[in-house]
């Protein structure tokens, strides 16, 4: 068994929607100054870095991550690798060519490459699922949907005036779970993997940070 870390860590002014705020931490406690131990505090959104959103990250009145069944968290998965450009829609076709079709109950992971930009401003700007893909997945009845991308939707400066997330409402709306900004997913393309994605339960949560792993 080999595990594969597919988080990226976490850290002070680390990349983010624009919308977001910052990413901080300070330092309560240090050895250094003469505390006994050293103690540190992180101040961050839930929808930065690698995290799991809940449906109630968009459905009103939707589950938050900590009433989430635990069972929901691991599974199966599909790794489809998808080449696209910047603002350009990922396919049913695209990942069908990309990977094995993921049978009914499966996880979709998508590997388009772009987490090799993460600490670079060309990671706002990637491809996005297809609305049609989405629907896909709820018809496939795939419950779980992660991208090496920060969103699954279109890039924020590409969304027209009115965008109402369309991807999200699909997949959310449906109870298919979405994790964002997935890495290490190329060396695992075309596989399927045992994946464990088992986010912070946080009373009432729209997302939960996450430490998601691939068994292989």
């Known amino acids: 068994m080999t595990l594969v870390d597919l988080s990226h860590p976490l850290w002070a002014g680390m990349p983010k929607i624009p919308i977001l705020p910052e990413v901080e931490r300070h330092q309560i406690a240090a050895i250094a100054d003469g505390a006994p131990m050293n103690i540190s505090s992180i101040t961050l959104a839930l929808h930065v870095g690698t995290h799991v959103d809940a449906p109630s990250h968009i ?29 350009e829609e990922i396919t049913v076709e695209d990942v069908l060519a990309g990977g094995p079709e993921p049978e009914r109950g499966e996880f979709l992971l998508v590997a388009t490459g772009w987490s090799t930009k993460f600490t670079s401003p060309e ?85 939960g940070p996450a430490r998601i792993l691939a068994e292989i």
């Open 59 to 87: 459905v009103e009145g939707g589950t938050p991550i900590d009433e989430l069944p635990v069972e929901r968290f691991h599974g199966t998965a599909v790794v489809s690798r998808v080449d696209r450009k910047p603002g």
């Open 123 to 207: 990671y706002g700007d990637h491809p996005s699922l297809s609305p049609a893909l989405a629907e896909w997945c709820v018809e496939r009845g795939i419950p779980f949907v992660g991208v090496d991308m920060i969103t699954p939707d279109l890039p924020v400066h590409r969304r027209p005036q009115g965008f109402d997330f369309p991807v999200h409402r699909t997949l959310l709306g449906n109870d298919v779970l979405i994790a964002e900004n997935l890495t290490h997913l190329d060396g695992l393309a075309g596989r399927r993997v045992r994946l464990l994605a088992f986010p912070l339960a946080i009373r009432g949560g729209d997302a």
